[in-house]
């Protein structure tokens, strides 16, 4: 994806960390040694950096802003106890008009996941977030 690069850091994917985010979202895979992180694990390898990314880098208007859509694209499932390179980057940001007046800005954030020891990509996590910048009639 185009965009320059926003961020980096390396984060574990630490077993007592998918234990408890799969027993908040119901998913029964999150227990024993083998847990596999449920498909939407990576908002816990990546909440930091978001909350920086709306409240520093962008910065959002946390009061006109709303959370549009999350995408998640894998070569391969995460497995615990890797160590997982993140690279973040804004994909797409664009206005448009709203339909009820004002304008909307879209902020497509792309985090590419890969292994940290060998570079190998895992995956994709995409974060959509709009910011309404009109008023709305």
Not at 13 to 40: I, Q, S
Request: aromatic content about 6%; hydrophobic content about 40%; proline content about 5%.
């Amino acid at each position: 994806m185009s965009g320059d690069l926003l961020a980096e850091w390396v984060v574990p994917v630490d077993w007592m960390k998918v234990r408890d985010f799969a027993r908040a979202v119901g998913d029964d895979h999150g227990e024993g040694a083998a847990a596999a992180p449920p498909p939407t694990f990576p908002v816990v390898l990546n909440a930091d950096f978001i909350e920086r990314l709306v409240t520093e880098i962008l910065p959002l208007d946390r009061s006109r802003t709303v959370h549009g859509e999350q995408d998640y694209e894998y070569l391969r499932p995460l497995r615990v106890g890797e160590r997982v390179r993140c690279r973040a980057r804004i994909a797409s940001d664009t206005t448009k008009e709203g339909k009820r007046g004002g304008a909307m800005r879209i902020i497509v954030v792309e985090i590419e996941m890969s292994e940290a020891e060998g570079g190998a990509v895992i995956g994709w996590e995409r974060s959509t977030s709009i910011e309404l910048q009109g008023m709305q009639g």
